[in-house]
C-alpha cells in the first residue's frame, strides 16, 4: 500500500469508517442496505451502485444509488449476472471494459450508461449479498479503491449476520416468553385445582370421621342408656320407700340428680350421633328469634350488644322448634365465651338457595333452598388448625369444668338429623360466624297448643304387664316400678320365654318389651306374633336407641315408644297412655 493518501481516498476511508460505525448499530435489513447504498457511492466514486441480495436461486436488484436507472426491484437468474458470478464464484469481478468480458450478460448493460464495473461478493463462505458499482466510462479500480469496497462488503456480511441473529433472538425470547407465560398459567390452574380437590378431600374425610365418631357414639351413648335405667330405676324406688329417710334419703337425692345430668349428657350425644328423637314441624325462625331475644340478653349480659337482621318474607322451616332454640342459645353462649371483654352478637336470618356452585365447594351439602340462621360475633376466632375440629364430640379449648365440648357437635347433628347444612367461619382476632341452613318448609303450622300442667302420675289398677327385657338388672327395676304403680307383672328375658308366657298367664293386658333383644326374634317381631294370637293385647316399647324403628323394624303409626332411661313418671303416663286408648 501506499505511503501516504489524497484528499479523495482519505475521505473515502472516513465515510467507511462512519459506514462501519453505523452498521454495527443497525437492527434491520432495511437500514443495512440503506447505510451500505449510500457509503457505497461515496466510497467507489463510481457513477452508480447496486444492492444485491441472493433470493434462491436468483440475483435480487434491491436497491441501488446512480446517475440513472439500472435494475432496480428486478430479479435474473444466478448464471445470468455478474452479481451471480461473483456470489457463486466467492470472488469480486473487476470488469474495465463490460463489452469486453463473456461473464456479462451484454444485452442487459446496453440500455444502461454502464462501461466498466466492480462486483464485490458480502460473505466469504457463503455470501448472501453483492454490492456493485459501475462507471459510464472505461475505469479500472486501483488496489486502494477495491480494498475500501472489499472492506465494505465485510462490514456489510458482519452487520447482516448481526441483523439475522438479533431477530431470530428476538424470536426465540419473545417464543419464550410466551412459553413461560403459557407455563405460568398453566401452573396456576393445576395449583387451582389441586387446592380445590385438597379443600373437597379435607370436607369428605372431616364429613366421614364424623360420621364414624357419630356411629361410635350412639352405640355407647346406647349402653349408658341401660345403664342409667338401672340406676334411676333403683334410686327412685329406693326413695319412694318409707324406710328411706334422712341422710339416705339425701345421698339418694344427690345420686338421682348426677344420674340425670347423666342423661342429659347422653342426650347431648345423641343428638351428635343424630338419633336423639326430632318433631319436626313448620316454623317460622323470625319468631324464634324474637321470642328468645330477652334470654339471650340476659345469658349475654351488658358488655354484648346483640343486632338482629331479619329477613322480610323469611320462608317457614321444617325444623323441631326447641332443638333450633338450643341450638341458639349455645352458639351465643359460645359467642359469649369468645369476647370476655365485650362485643358485639348479631343474628340473621335470610332465604339461602345452595346452588350447584356452593355444592361444588361444599360436597357434604344437598342442594335446595334453606332457610339460614347465622350468629356471628367479634370475639376471639378459630385458628385455621382447629376450625376443623370444632364440630367433635369433647372437643374444647375451654378449662375443665367450663366446657364438655358438645355444644357445636349437638348443632351439627341435629342440623344433618333435620336434612340441613351447618358452615362455620372463624378469623382470629376478628371473629366467628356459624351459619345453620335448614330446610324450607311450604307453610308454618298453627301455633301449637299450650302444654298442660304436670299432673300427678296415673296409676295402674292392676292390669296385667309382661316385661321382656334380656338384661336382668334393667328388667328387674322395670318389675319393681311397674308393681309400684300398681300393675300386676310378669318377665321374660326373650321373645321365646315372651310368647310362652302368653300361652301361660290367663290374662296379659300389655306387652312392654325391649325393641332390641337376643335371637333373631325383634321386639317388633314378637309383638306383632303376640298381637296375632291376642288381638286386644297393647304393646309398648323402650329403647336405649331412641330412633329404635331403624334397629328393631318398622314401627306402626300407632306404637309407642318410651326411650330409656325413663323416670318412673314417664312410664306411669306412658302405660296409661296406652292402656287407655280405644283402637
Ligand atoms: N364463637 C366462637 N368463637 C371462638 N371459638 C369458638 C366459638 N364457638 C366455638 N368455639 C371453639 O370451639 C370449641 C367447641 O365448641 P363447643 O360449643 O362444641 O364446646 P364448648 O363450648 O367448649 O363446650 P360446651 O358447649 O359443651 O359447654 C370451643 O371450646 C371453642 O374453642
Ligand atoms: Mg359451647
Known sequence: ???????????AWSTLVDAIEQLSATHSLEQVIDIVRTAARRISGADGVTFVL??????????????????KGQRFPMSACISGWAML????????????????????????????LLMVPVGIENPIAAIGAYWADHHEPDENEVTLFESLARATATAIANVSLEASLRSAAEK???QAAEIQRAYEQTKRDAEHRLRIEEQLH??????????LTGGLAHDFNNLLAVIMGNLELLLEDQTAKGQPAKMATAALEAANRGAQLVRHLLAFSRRQPL??????????????????????????????????????????????????????????????????LTIETGNKRLDDDYIALNPEAVPGDYVMLSVSDTGSGIP?????????????????????GLGLSMIYGFVKQSNGHIKIYSEVGVGTTVRVYLPRAQSVAAAAPAATPASPAPVGHGEMILVVEDRPDVRSVACRQLARLGYRVSDAADANGALRALGSIDRVDLLFTDVVLPDSMSGVDLANEARRLHPSLKVLYTSGFPDAARIGGK???????????YRIDELARKLRQVLDETR
Not at 1 to 11: G, I, L, N, V
Not at 96 to 115: E, G, S
Not at 284 to 311: K, P
Not at 314 to 325: F, G, K, M, N, T
Open 1 to 11: 500500500m501506499r505511503e501516504s493518501f489524497s484528499t479523495a481516498e482519505r475521505s
Open 54 to 71: 441472493r433470493d434462491g436461486g436468483l440475483c435480487y436488484y434491491v436497491d441501488e444509488d446512480a446517475i440513472a436507472p439500472l435494475w
Open 89 to 116: 464464484n466467492k470472488q469480486k469481478a473487476i470488469v474495465p471494459d463490460i463489452y469486453a468480458d463473456a461473464r456479462i450478460p451484454h444485452d442487459a448493460y446496453r440500455p444502461t450508461f454502464v462501461k466498466s
Open 176 to 178: 419464550a416468553s410466551a
Open 206 to 215: 372431616q364429613a366421614q370421621k364424623m360420621e364414624a365418631v357419630g356411629q
Open 279 to 344: 318433631q319436626p314441624e313448620p316454623i317460622s325462625l323470625n319468631g324464634l328469634v324474637t321470642g328468645l331475644h330477652a334470654l339471650l340478653e340476659r345469658t349475654l349480659g351488658e358488655n354484648i350488644a346483640i343486632r338482629t337482621h331479619l329477613a322480610d318474607n323469611l320462608w317457614p322451616a321444617i325444623v323441631d322448634p326447641s332443638q333450633v332454640e338450643t341450638a341458639l342459645i349455645n352458639m351465643a353462649v359460645n359467642a359469649r365465651d369468645a369476647m370476655p371483654n365485650g362485643g358485639r
Open 384 to 404: 385455621p388448625h382447629l376450625l376443623q375440629r370444632v364440630f367433635e364430640p369433647f372437643f374444647t379449648t375451654k378449662p375443665i369444668g367450663k366446657g364438655t
Open 555 to 565: 314401627f306402626s303409626a300407632t306404637d309407642v315408644l318410651l326411650s330409656k332411661p
